[in-house]
């Protein structure tokens, strides 16, 4: 993995989402291009997701099931992938904007991409752990983008005592005999935490949708 990481984020959209970069900016008049492959199944205000990026994913999930032995070919099953596939990249794409909005610009990342780079011994080298990660460079663009936005976003989130000691007590009742509830206090305070940033992400992702202007055209 990268010796210098700021991607909190990379499970949540570029797991199976990476090297799949596809949306552009939708030209006034445009709504449907007459290529099948080009046609557009989703714009998030001006900005459009192509049925190419769409089916791309959809067949790379459906992979992944296929390795856990499960049946990718019936049809609702199928249909329950293609629904999240489309809600990942909305929420992907919804995120973008924000980060732009916010001054998470191109030449912001630029200067984050080169930190990241002065860690390897040349560029070769930087290119061969992309590859090594399945991502490119506009990949790791995108997942730190997200990734600065998001911890700006969570700055300063804080945990009370009470919400601890309560998770603390709960884990001692579905345990047997005396544990020291003092040593499993750290993890447990991280677990509080990072439960608490998924409920405030959401929060967020629903605020972006609502003030959003999304259309499905699948």
């Known amino acids: 993995m990268f010796r210098y990481v700021y991607i909190f984020l990379t499970a949540i959209f570029f797991i199976g989402l990476a090297g799949c970069s596809g949306s552009e900016k939708l030209e006034q008049e445009e709504v449907q291009l007459p290529n099948d492959e080009m046609t557009i199944v989703a714009i998030i205000n001006d900005e459009k997701i192509h049925n190419s990026e769409f089916q791309e994913l959809v067949e790379h999930r459906k992979r992944m099931y296929e390795e856990d032995g499960l049946d990718t070919e019936e049809p609702h099953f199928i249909r329950q992938i293609e629904e999240q596939i489309l809600e990942d990249l909305i929420s992907k794409v919804l995120l973008l904007q924000a980060a732009e909005r916010d001054g998470i610009n191109d ?67 579905f345990t047997e005999g005396e544990i020291d509830l003092e040593q499993v206090r750290p993890t447990i305070e991280a677990n509080v935490i990072q439960k608490r940033r998924g409920e405030l992400l959401n929060e967020l992702l629903a605020d972006l949708k609502a003030e959003s202007e999304i259309q499905i055209l699948q």
């Open 107 to 173: 030449a912001y990342i630029e200067e984050h991409m080169n930190e990241i780079r002065e860690n390897y011994a040349d560029e070769a080298e930087f290119l061969e752990e992309l590859k090594a990660n399945q991502l490119t460079e506009k990949d790791l663009e995108e997942m730190l983008k997200i990734d600065l936005f998001v911890e700006r976003y969570l700055e300063g989130l804080e945990v009370s005592e009470d919400e601890i000691d309560e998770l603390l007590q709960q884990y001692n009742g």
